[in-house]
């Protein structure tokens, strides 16, 4: 690249960068507008799953499958706990909790969280591959971003936890590594083509929907080579007799990978309650696992009667050896369930359960569905767009009469044949595979045009033409995405937008252990409806403003939403003694916080100069040293009633911090079994620093709001 185009480059990142700070904006902002009930169909599913997965046990749902969903939020969780971002790890840490639904509101809401930047990141892997492949200028680039972030799909993906996105997700890194492995040579086109294989693997491992993308991607790669108008013999090199060697066992390893997991995969039982939907499937040698075997059957012989003959210097032997490298990292696919599960038993298990879903049901659901062009009269804009984008490149052939323009052409006809028909016998009309039609037509749509642009650079009328309906594109969709919101609440005001689906499991096989967790904590099988909506379903709902109300009062101790439970008859109070329930209560603080700080390790910042907040002073630095031994920083503020309970005997030693009871002071009693305890509450009126010595073991905090939150 000259010095021109490294400043043409520089200055579209520049100007990229304002409408990507936008997008996730957007895409954020409508993953905040939906309270964690908002939609059980995943978001429950993945929440439940995860919590499974970090107690080292299988996922329920599997059908989808949903693998790459869940290696990316089982990681994101497991690094969300260490860091303190949400509260429970597993089932074992939510049964302990005060009130559990608490923690997996926190933990839904996370994962949700996550959608956002999978937007952007498939927005920018596209974006990225377009940039590879045109090196398009400010105008054309940013129409091209815009046209992406703005999807009405997206949107939808967006605000809530769905398959489809992670899977194309991994779609785009894989189109963008198989970019990539067009401009490469040697080794890292091999490495290129490996990883592409592997990304390929997870797609369609995620969403078996994904099949006609997955089957599009490696046209991407003579596609990336024919726009840098690379002769056919430079995109597949003769291999020498080492490389067809290796070749020729990558594929033997892949056949005999893929055979030894489709039997043991056939033999293994699904196991009963297991998110499969088994009532609408059987399990048999489907067409795609014939399909796969046939292929890697073939390539293996093909690879060693050309080795054999010494016929390995034609286009197809070294195609043939690279489509080896791409079912090694597909087959590699599978081996990352073992980076899910940690016992090798159980990862082994998941794999087979996985493939079994993939390549052994029968009956997908799918091929009973009909009305296909309903999607494209509905999404007739992209659909016209996408064709005007086709007619362009054949009518800058038919002016330019070059060869690579002539090869661009036919690879752009068979990827335009395999997005149709990937609606017309894959796609569903309704909001959740609106993104299946979009994403794939669009990008084409922008790689068509990029391309007639391009090579005809030298006439006004193609980059003009170009220009002219990439801005249509975009405009299109973010007319399209105003409409999205409105959407949303038309299509999920029956489905979503129920609490009470949340104290009980979706499936019926290790998501069982959560609907004991729930009856056991909150009682019978018909109480949940009640409940959803009583104070404690209130917390759950508040679960980011209670966060935030502990990082204010307790300064020196990280939220931990187990420890949070309500002021109300029956409730438990500390988390290491759940046999301890309160009897009675002043009804003032049935809406208040109850937090059981003992046993957490107090940190040693956090600690503030008490004459500089006992009073008005905006000096800059009141942060003031931990004191010597253990203690607890309280500090309250006028909106808030902060109470420490304790019982009598404890009340002379907390007079010396400047605590002491009044005549209203409130009381609660609490017992187990037997056994009763008092305790008063002591209003923590001033920052406060209390010893733990003092406080003793049998203490907790109440927070109450004097506006409701």
Request: hydrophobic share 55%.
């Amino acid at each position: 690249m000259n010095l021109v185009g490294q400043r043409s480059a520089l200055g579209l990142s520049m100007w990229s960068l304002p409408l990507c700070a936008l997008l996730a904006a957007v895409y954020l902002t409508i993953s905040r507008a939906f309270p964690y009930y908002f939609l059980w169909d995943m978001d429950l599913v993945v929440g439940l799953d995860c919590l499974l997965i970090g107690g080292g046990l299988l996922p329920d749902h599997i059908h989808h499958t949903g693998f790459g969903l869940y290696l990316l939020t089982s990681w994101a969780h497991l690094g969300a706990y260490a860091w303190g971002l949400v509260s429970a790890l597993d089932l074992g840490q939510l049964a302990q909790a005060l009130n559990p639904l608490v923690c997996l509101a926190e933990l839904i809401d996370f994962l949700r969280r996550l959608s956002p930047w999978a937007c952007l990141g498939l927005v920018l892997l596209l974006w990225s591959c377009l940039r590879v492949m045109f090196r398009p200028g400010l105008v054309l680039g940013l129409l091209s971003l815009l046209a992406l972030g703005a999807l009405p799909s997206l949107l939808y993906q967006a605000a809530l936890i769905r398959t489809e996105l992670y899977s194309l997700l991994f779609w785009a890194a894989a189109v963008l590594s198989l970019v990539l492995a067009a401009r490469a040579a040697g080794p890292r086109r091999l490495a290129w083509l490996g990883v592409a294989g592997l990304l390929l693997g997870l797609t369609l491992l995620t969403k078996v929907q994904s099949a006609f993308y997955v089957a599009a991607a490696p046209l991407f790669y003579p596609l990336a080579g024919f726009l840098a108008e690379s002769e056919p013999a430079a995109l597949w090199p003769a291999p020498t007799s080492r490389a067809a060697t290796l070749a020729l066992a990558l594929a033997l390893f892949g056949l005999a990978a893929f055979a030894l997991v489709l039997w043991r995969a056939y033999a293994i039982p699904i196991p009963e309650g297991i998110g499969a939907f088994m009532f609408r499937f059987e399990v048999g040698l489907t067409k795609r696992a014939l399909l796969v075997l046939a292929l890697l059957v073939g390539l293996p012989a093909y690879l060693a009667w050309g080795l054999r003959r010494g016929r390995t210097a034609g286009r197809v032997y070294a195609a043939a050896g690279g489509l080896a490298w791409l079912l090694l990292g597909f087959m590699g696919s599978l081996a990352m369930h073992f980076l899910v599960l940690g016992d090798p038993g159980q990862a082994w298990r998941y794999l087979l359960l996985d493939f079994k879903m993939t390549f052994l049901r029968e009956g997908f659901h799918l091929g009973l569905l009909g009305q296909r062009w309903d999607l494209f009269s509905y999404c007739w804009l992209t659909v016209l767009a996408h064709l005007a984008s086709l007619g362009l490149l054949a009518w800058a052939n038919f002016r330019r009469q070059n060869a690579s323009l002539r090869r661009v052409l036919y690879t752009a006809l068979l990827l335009s044949a395999l997005a149709f028909a990937g609606v017309l016998l894959s796609d569903r009309f309704i909001l959740r595979d609106l993104v299946w039609v979009e994403t794939l037509l669009t990008f084409l749509t922008l790689c068509y045009l990029l391309a007639a642009a391009r090579f005809l650079s030298h006439r006004w009328a193609a980059p003009l033409a170009a220009t002219g309906l990439a801005g249509a594109l975009a405009l299109a969709a973010l007319l399209g995405s105003l409409s999205m919101p409105s959407q949303i609440d038309a299509n999920v005001n029956q489905y979503g937008w129920s609490p009470a689906r949340y104290f009980q499991g979706v499936f019926g096989a290790n998501q069982r252990r959560f609907d004991q967790i729930m009856r056991q904590r909150y009682g019978g099988r018909d109480l949940p409806a009640s409940w959803a909506f009583s104070e404690l379903g209130a917390q759950a709902y508040r679960h980011a403003e209670i966060r935030r109300l502990w990082g204010f009062v307790l300064r020196n101790l990280g939220p931990d939403l187990k420890r949070v439970g309500a002021v109300l008859p029956g409730q438990p109070m500390w988390l290491g003694r759940p046999g301890w329930r309160i009897k009675t209560a002043p009804p003032e603080l049935a809406r208040a916080l109850l937090i059981d700080a003992h046993g957490l390790p107090p940190s040693p910042r956090g600690f503030l100069q008490k004459e500089l907040i006992w009073r008005h002073s905006e000096y800059l630095d009141k942060a003031a040293p931990p004191p010597e031994e253990p203690a607890l920083a309280l500090l309250p503020r006028s909106d808030l009633q902060v109470y420490v309970f304790v019982p009598p005997e404890r009340l002379e030693a907390l007079r010396r911090t400047g605590l002491s009871p009044g005549r209203e002071s409130p009381r609660i009693q609490a017992t187990k079994s037997e056994q009763v305890i008092h305790l008063i509450g002591l209003e923590v009126t001033r920052y406060s620093v209390l010893p733990l010595a003092a406080l003793g073991q049998d203490y907790f905090l109440v927070i109450r709001p004097r506006y409701p939150l």
